[in-house]
């Protein structure tokens, strides 16, 4: 099992910057694939970027590519979300998932594991 706990959310203005992180405790960090999602009230979870198990495949919803990268550091137990040229749509509750020796599905179905989720919010 394992547990998802996100940081580094809050408020910028549009253009700026953020780094989420997402740490996990458990064992076996390196077997899972890591997916970051969003939502805002009255919408559905929406994909943002994914990373394979191995690290080999990353995966971007088309509203964030080019500005967001995703990564992984295995000796942290840690995944990372690096979100340049923000706009004001990207404001949601950010939340990392898990899914065990995955290959980084885009659906909130395809995950075990989730976090509390983290508040991103962009001013104009």
């Known amino acids: 099992q394992v547990q998802l706990v996100e940081s580094g959310g809050g408020l910028v203005q549009a253009g700026g910057s953020l780094r989420l992180s997402c740490a996990a405790s458990?064992?076996?960090?390196?077997?899972?694939?890591l997916g970051w999602f969003r939502q805002v009230p009255g919408k559905e979870r929406e994909f943002v970027a994914a990373?394979?198990?191995?690290?080999?495949?990353?995966y971007y919803a088309d509203s964030v590519k080019g500005r967001f990268t995703i990564s992984r550091d295995n000796a942290k137990n840690t995944v990372y979300l690096r979100m340049n040229n923000l706009k004001s749509e990207d404001t949601a509750v950010y939340y990392c998932?898990?899914?065990?020796?995955?290959?980084?599905?885009?659906?909130?179905?395809?995950?075990?594991?989730w976090g509390q989720g983290t508040q991103v919010t962009v001013s104009s």
């Open positions: 990373i394979s198990w191995s690290g080999g495949g990353t």
């Open positions: 998932a898990a899914d065990y020796y995955g290959l980084g599905s885009q659906l909130p179905l395809g995950y075990d594991y």
């Open positions: 458990g064992r076996s960090f390196s077997s899972y694939a």
